[in-house]
T-cell receptor, first 113, second 108 residues
């Protein structure tokens, strides 16, 4: 049974560029949440997708956007990259929107130069 | 907003018990979690406890919850070198998690 899978694992971008990160949830899960983990910090909630709609959003600017597809997979897009966007981006999946068992992927490490 | 605090570092000897502590501020938290993160890796769900429980045991792991004091602890029995990692405590609102900064456990 595949867990949460994310791609790419590592990527390097320059300031001002745009990036798209991808996530496939654990089999049987229908809800995807995205978290940003800066170096030395705990993860911070970005947003959550369920039934192809953004259901909850954390304190992140509109440069961060997302999408969920009919197969429950999800994308995180970040526009106009800043140096401060360098972080590990973690995808988590669950069954339903109410917090319960939440499984994380290995993350996509983004470096902005 | 919600806040979760943990001590930053814990060092133990192999074979001893480890106790990692956490405090949280959101009294309406539904679930409380412990995650493990090894270097360069994602978060591994170790265990979680529903807020109406006082204790949960899972093999070498024991979670204690004091809801009155908003205090959560994770005890690892017979700590092994493979337990060296960063441990995150998290509290949940309706659907989102608030994490602490993590406790680095070093087993020597």
């Amino acid at each position: 049974d595949a867990g949460v899978t994310q791609s790419p694992t590592h990527l390097i971008k320059t300031r001002g560029q745009q990036v798209t990160l991808r996530c496939s949830p654990k089999s049987g899960h229908d809800t995807v949440s995205w978290y940003q983990q800066a170096l030395g910090q705990g993860p911070q909630f970005i947003f959550q997708y369920y039934e192809e709609e953004e259901r909850q959003r954390g304190n992140f600017p509109d440069r961060f956007s997302g999408h969920q597809f009919p197969n429950y997979s999800s994308e995180l897009n970040v526009n106009a990259l800043l140096l401060g966007d360098s972080a590990l981006y973690l995808c988590a999946s669950s069954l339903g929107v109410i917090a319960g068992e939440l499984f994380f992927g290995e993350g996509s490490r983004l470096t902005v130069l | 907003g919600e806040d979760v605090e943990q001590s930053l570092f814990l060092s133990v000897r192999e074979g001893d018990s480890s106790v990692i502590n956490c405090t949280y501020t959101d009294s309406s938290s539904t679930y409380l979690y412990w995650y493990k993160q090894e270097p360069g890796a994602g978060l591994q769900l170790l265990t979680y406890i529903f807020s109406n429980m006082d204790m949960k045991q899972d093999q070498r792991l024991t979670v204690l919850l004091n809801k009155k004091d908003k205090h959560l602890s994770l005890r690892i029995a017979d700590t092994q070198t493979g337990d060296s990692a960063i441990y995150f405590c998290a509290s949940s609102g309706y659907s989102t998690l608030t994490f602490g900064k993590g406790t680095m456990l070093l087993v020597s």
